[in-house]
């Protein structure tokens, strides 16, 4: 199995940033994908970014030039800084896997942007 457990969210003022961290444990081989979703009240789950094991990534358009994805191999971590918050990035975000054998999640971690 695989676990994921995210931390860094909390309370910011529109403008400011936050640092999300995943650190992965358990099997932790085979990985092709990381990223970060997002869950707001009443609103499905997106996407936020994504990171592949050869390094590519990919946001979501509303995201685009203030957030960055990023891994530590050697931690086995992904991160998310997150900059220039808005109060419409305020929702739980979740760390995501992808392997062959399926998808994994974190539990999420609350980010909530004020005005």
């Known amino acids: 199995q695989l676990q994921l457990v995210e931390s860094g969210g909390g309370l910011v003022r529109a403008g400011g940033s936050l640092r999300l961290s995943c650190g992965a444990s358990g099997i932790i081989f085979n990985i092709n994908a990381m990223g970060w979703y997002r869950q707001a009240p009443g609103k499905q789950r997106e996407l936020v970014a994504r990171i592949t094991s050869g390094g590519n990534t990919n946001y979501a358009d509303s995201v685009k030039g203030r957030f960055t994805i990023s891994r530590d191999n050697a931690k086995n971590t992904v991160y998310l800084q997150m900059n220039s918050l808005k109060p419409e990035d305020t929702a739980v975000y979740y760390c995501?896997?992808?392997?062959?054998?399926?998808?994994?999640w974190g539990q999420g971690t609350q980010v909530t942007v004020s005005s």
């Open positions: 995501h896997a992808a392997r062959v054998t399926g998808d994994y």
